[in-house]
């Protein structure tokens, strides 16, 4: 089964620190992945896309990616209050109807 | 641009009673459509997908159905509700260019 593993936190990070968040999955088929952001009630809210190995960065985040060890992750820097919400990784096989695997989510609390 | 419209926002039903939820797209042409539900404080749990009119695919048996009459248009329905169907439903699309989804507002339902 095509799992994507992620710490259900909460991480709890200062004001003005850098958020890490760690993803891991199984499916070595998977050529896309993803980052989504979920205030409480919300829907989730497209932040970040990574296709190649290595470093993406747009703004405060940046997204990361080794398929080798099957891991991504995303730094938010200089955390800010409105960061905190849950924080979706999903994986994409370009198989069928290119559906994506959601992780349960971390949930970030940047604190004052 | 691409839009999704989600309705309603939030839903109270008693046990028994029907469900109709409806999900349209805007500014784009065959899209993968997709339903999803997450139970409070869950994950999301992919419901059925389509890739074209008529086309339904269902990810996990249950008391739900899904309809895609037009080609932005997809829906969700049940006969009889049941406690368990409550929770926040998302409808998504996806399609070039971004590769992942975007999601509409979501459905609160509520059965009592």
């Known amino acids: 089964q095509k799992e994507v593993e992620q710490n259900s936190g909460p991480l709890s990070v200062p004001e003005g620190a850098i958020a890490s968040l760690n993803c891991t999955y199984s499916?070595?088929?998977?050529?896309?992945f993803f980052w989504y952001r979920q205030y409480s009630g919300k829907s989730p809210e497209l932040i970040m896309s990574i296709y190649s190995n290595g470093d993406k960065e747009d703004g405060r985040f940046t997204a990361q990616l080794n398929k080798a060890s099957q891991y991504v992750s995303l730094l938010i820097r200089d955390s800010q209050p409105s960061d905190s919400a849950t924080y979706l990784c999903a994986a994409q096989n370009t198989g069928t109807a290119s559906k994506l695997t959601f992780g349960t989510g971390t949930r970030l609390q940047v604190t004052l | 641009s691409q839009t999704i419209h989600q309705w309603p926002a939030t839903l109270v039903q008693p046990v028994g009673s029907p469900l109709s939820l409806e999900c349209t797209v805007e500014g784009t042409s065959n899209p993968n459509l997709y339903w999803y539900r997450q139970a409070a404080g869950r994950g999301l749990q992919l419901l059925f997908y389509?890739?074209?009119?008529?086309?339904i695919s269902s990810e996990v048996p249950q008391n739900l159905s899904a309809s895609r009459p037009q080609d932005r248009q997809f829906i969700l329905s049940s006969k009889k509700l049941l406690l368990s169907d409550s929770g926040f439903y998302l409808c998504?699309?996806?399609?070039?260019?971004?590769?992942?989804?975007?999601f509409g507002s979501g459905t609160r339902l509520t059965v009592v």
């Open positions: 499916d070595r088929g998977s050529q896309s």
């Open positions: 998504a699309w996806s399609g070039y260019p971004t590769g992942g989804y975007t």
């Open positions: 389509s890739v074209g009119i008529g086309q």
